[in-house]
């Protein structure tokens, strides 16, 4: 009789269901956006000529664009509602986490290139959030009120501002554009195809991930959890 070995897995919870979902409606609204933007490069103004991928933006294919990308926007804007209103138990400690960056922060920005192309030199102690997390999370507010500022002077400021001002807006908006695209393409690496941190994607799946890796990523964060009671641990079955 063939014999299967089974074997355990323990798995830490790190986010809520509210933190989850506020992190999808994010996500998903800021890759529609993306995608509908992208167009919008080439024909910022609808007097200018269409070029590139401007013709896009023409006829019912124009409009359909244009409404995705308002109905992305207004997902965008009221996503950390979400968290706010479903989990204030952690929305609050975790920010203050998110917005204290120390020594070992710094430390953990110039050596993770390093450590996670070459396996070395180790990484500093870290919280539940990262250096990187918290330079991420940065980025994300700065171009959350810089895309919010521009975005919505220019859907209802055109005839109410200065042609200057609605000028400046769409390049503000552009800035914020490649700005964010560039973290969000890092951020999207990071979690779904580096070999070592995409093991990190549970816990926008399910909220929980490996403790033996919550522990090689934030072992401060998991030896506070463990020592205070507050940790929540499950074992789940493998097959080997």
Request: net charge positive.
């Amino acid at each position: 009789m063939l014999r299967v070995a089974v074997r355990s897995k323990v798995k830490i919870k790190k986010f809520s269901g509210a933190q989850m979902l506020f992190h999808w409606v994010y996500g998903i609204s800021w890759i529609l956006l993306v995608l509908t933007g992208v167009t919008f490069l080439w024909r910022p103004d609808p007097g200018a000529a269409a070029v590139g991928l401007g013709p896009l933006l023409q006829g019912t294919v124009g409009q359909a664009a244009r409404l995705v990308h308002r109905v992305a926007a207004i997902g965008l804007m009221v996503s950390p509602l979400l968290w706010l209103a479903g989990d204030t138990k952690t929305l609050w400690p975790d920010l203050k986490e998110l917005l204290s960056f120390g020594i070992n922060d710094v430390r953990y920005m110039a050596i993770a290139p390093l450590h996670y192309t070459f396996g070395k030199p180790a990484l500093p102690p870290q919280g539940k959030y990262n250096g990187g997390h918290k330079v991420n999370f940065y980025a994300v507010i700065l171009t959350f009120v810089t895309f919010v500022v521009s975005g919505l002077t220019m859907w209802f400021g055109r005839g109410a501002v200065s042609d200057g001002t609605f000028q400046l807006m769409q390049i503000l908006h552009s800035i914020s554009f490649w700005g964010g695209l560039a973290m969000g393409l890092l951020h999207i690496y990071l979690t779904a195809i580096h070999p070592f941190t995409r093991r990190s994607l549970t816990a926008m799946t399910q909220g929980f991930v490996d403790l033996s890796y919550a522990k090689a990523e934030h072992s401060v964060w998991v030896e506070k959890e463990i020592a205070a009671g507050t940790a929540v641990l499950i074992e789940e079955a493998t097959d080997r």
